[in-house]
């Protein structure tokens, strides 16, 4: 059964930084992209970034350019997304989703919630 | 970035009923990437349909998916009380790889 456990939200001060992880078993972690989607409290879905299965091609959104840093240790079959100078509305659950066939997500974690608050 | 405009916001039916939910695309989305996504309170959202038009597995057959290029439906022929929820489109033809607003599906 493929499986995505999401870890490392919370509480944290505008400016602040937090380091979100995903853990995934039940597949073959090392050959699929993996994405970060996010949805702040009663709205709708955003894409956030997405990793190739090497790590060598990466996207992100525009509003976290800069600021935040996908990545992903296959040996250890976990996403990671490092989230530096945040802000109020990065306040979100984080989701991480495998890519299903091309690129659209039938399977996601249970998400984290990061809250950016003073 | 390819924006997605999904309508109507809010959809009013009975269970029953057939219900028609639109995404519209800024631009052509190529090779049909587009997929659709229920998501109820709580939970993180469910695969529906994806290259338009393919059932993800598992869903009922009572949905369904059309249309190409900039105009997308989908389609619940009979509503089942649970389908009422949040609908979501998406594009992946191309990064960024963007949601539509969505459409809440609601009881009349």
């Known amino acids: 059964e493929v499986q995505l456990v999401e870890s490392g939200g919370g509480l944290v001060q505008p400016g602040g930084s937090l380091r979100l992880s995903c853990a995934g078993s039940?597949?073959?972690?090392?050959?699929?992209?993996l994405s970060w989607v996010r949805q702040a409290p009663g709205k709708g879905l955003e894409w956030v970034a997405n990793i190739n299965q090497y790590g060598s091609e990466i996207y992100y959104v525009d509003s976290v350019k800069g600021r935040f840093t996908i990545s992903r240790d296959n040996a250890k079959n976990s996403l990671y997304m490092q989230m530096n100078s945040l802000r109020v509305d990065d306040t979100a659950v984080y989701y991480c989703?495998?890519?299903f066939g091309s690129g659209s997500y039938k399977y996601w974690g249970q998400g984290t919630l990061v809250t950016v608050s003073s | 970035e390819i924006v997605l405009t999904q309508s109507p916001g809010t959809l009013s039916l009975s269970p029953g009923e057939r219900a028609t939910l639109s995404c519209r695309a800024s631009?052509?989305?190529?090779?049909?990437?587009l997929a659709w996504y229920q998501q109820k309170p709580g939970q993180a959202p469910r695969l529906l349909i994806y290259g338009a038009s393919s059932r993800a597995p598992g869903i009922a057959d009572r949905f369904s998916g059309g249309g190409s290029g900039t105009d997308f439906t989908l389609t619940i022929s009979r509503l089942e009380p649970e389908d009422f929820a949040m609908y979501y489109c998406?594009?992946?033809?191309?990064?960024?790889?963007?949601f539509g607003q969505g459409t809440k599906l609601e009881i009349k």
């Open positions: 039940g597949f073959t972690f090392s050959t699929y992209w």
């Open positions: 998406q594009q992946y033809a191309s990064s960024p790889r963007t």
């Open positions: 631009q052509s989305v190529s090779s049909n990437y």
């Open positions: 989703a495998r890519d």
